[in-house]
């Protein structure tokens, strides 16, 4: 089975600083790879992913990640923290069982935003 | 608006008392999913369902009943509820004929069991 590893399950960065959220995979044939993001007292939901198109994917809040097979990574960036960005963020992997499409999620990195 | 609706939010039992959280989705979609998450845990599969009448176990299925007789409900039974399935449960769900679509949660369902 495919898996995800989120290295820091605390990231903290002042406001206007660089976020960098970290996730590697471990598979030998690249998958299909997610972020998904969880604000307070929410479910959820789609940041980006990547599906074996360009490696360099834009996601909505202005983060992008991308995909560096030689690395087994799928590194998460925002140019600039906003306060509203502080929440926790999940990497994902696709995993095909018997043909059931599941998404294996990471532990989760928490970030917080200083003013 | 398409949403996944689950209830009750927050939830307090005791031991061995029968629940049942149900989750609905209006976008037609045949996958859906459990999922509990708990701290430094991240999100564990429980249960899962290709479609109606077709359910499979995720990664932590023990406790935990489903059933899917209509393709919107996949409710979450839980038969005889203990302290360790205290945690925060998610439903999803998703376009069935692909693995590359996105997973569309609820708002998640708070449990504490006594």
């Known amino acids: 089975a495919q898996s995800v590893t989120q290295l820091g399950s605390h990231v903290s960065v002042s406001e206007g600083a660089l976020v960098l959220l970290r996730c590697n995979y471990s598979?030998?044939?690249?998958?299909?790879l997610f972020w998904y993001v969880q604000y307070p007292n929410q479910g959820l939901q789609l940041l980006l992913k990547y599906t074996s198109a360009a490696t360099l994917v834009k996601g909505i809040n202005g983060f992008e990640a991308e995909f560096k097979k030689s690395e087994t990574s799928f590194h998460l960036t925002k140019p600039s923290a906003h306060m509203s960005d502080a929440a926790e963020y999940f990497c994902a992997v696709s995993d095909i069982g018997a043909g059931s499409y599941q998404l294996t999620f990471g532990k989760g990195t928490k970030l917080s935003v200083i003013p | 608006e398409a949403q996944v609706t689950q209830n009750p939010r927050y939830l307090i039992t005791v031991t061995g008392k029968k629940l049942t959280v149900t989750c609905s989705q209006n976008m037609n979609h045949e996958y859906m999913s459990w999922y509990r998450q708990d701290p430094g845990l991240g999100l564990r599969q429980i249960y899962y369902?290709?479609?109606?009448?077709?359910?499979d176990k995720g990664d932590v299925p023990e406790g935990y009943k489903v059933s899917r007789k209509e393709k919107r409900n996949f409710p979450l039974i839980l038969e005889s509820p203990s302290p360790n399935q205290t945690s925060l449960y998610f439903c999803a769900s998703r376009l069935g004929d692909s693995n590359t679509g996105e997973l569309f949660f609820g708002e998640g369902s708070r449990l504490t069991v006594l």
């Open positions: 369902s290709m479609n109606v009448e077709v359910t």
């Open positions: 598979s030998s044939v690249p998958p299909y």
